[in-house]
């Protein structure tokens, strides 16, 4: 399959990316390198031993293409050169405390990027779409563990972002019918499971502090 992973190149899509290409598919990564460097994907392509294109190539299994997920235009350029079989959207802030001081930027970024890139991957027709959401949808739960089923609330603009995603997807008649698989993943505090060495060599690298790591 020939997956689009936006935010490829940050700390979970770079691991992603190792995972996919690992398991024989192709892959295509949409970063605006806000959070993360192109290094990062260099040492997944060292890491997997598949050359990284950034040359917009379409014959290659890995390819770079620098660039916003609010950009139309350039999704619409993107789906129309390549056929993409799935989307794994991990384009996004994820400060909380930064979400609470600046919620227009997160509302920006993470609601509309994630409308703009579901606009498009309708029009081409598009129907398998992994949304990387937040345990912050579950608010303040009241046990833990967080169950899937509990109750979903936002108590910052970050988990509120993250949720109207959410809700915009299970809307009934809207777009949950669209899709033929859609599947929300809700980290908390990832901190990667290095299962064997091969992975060691990929950086973390933030050009932002990981506010929302406990580490
Ligand atoms: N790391 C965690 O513990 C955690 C927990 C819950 C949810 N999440 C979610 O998972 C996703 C990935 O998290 P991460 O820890 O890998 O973060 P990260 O910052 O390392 O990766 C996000 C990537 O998205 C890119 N990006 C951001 N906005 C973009 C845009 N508009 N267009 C294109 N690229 C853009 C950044 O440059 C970065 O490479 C995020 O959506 C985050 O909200 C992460």
Redesign the pocket.
Known sequence: MKILV?????????HTCVELLEAGHQVLV???????KLD?LEKVSQVVNIKLDINETKACDFSFIK?????KKLLIRIFSSYTIDGVI??????AVGESVEKPIKYYN??VV?SVVLIEVMKKFDCKTFVF?????VYGEPHTVPIKENFPLSASNP?GQS?LIVENFLRFPNQLHFFFAKTVF???????YYIKSKKLLPIP?N???I?F??LI
Not at 30 to 36: E, F, I, M
Not at 89 to 94: D, I, Q
Request: aromatic share 10%; with cysteine.
């Open positions: 936006t935010g490829g190149a940050g700390y979970i899509g770079s949409l970063d605006n390198l806000s959070n993360s990062n660039g916003d997920v609010r950009d959207h991990f384009a996004g802030l994820k970024n993470n990027g990387s959401s937040s345990a912050t970050y993250k993943l809700k980290f908390i505090n990832l901190w973390i933030p050009i932002q990981c929302n790591l």
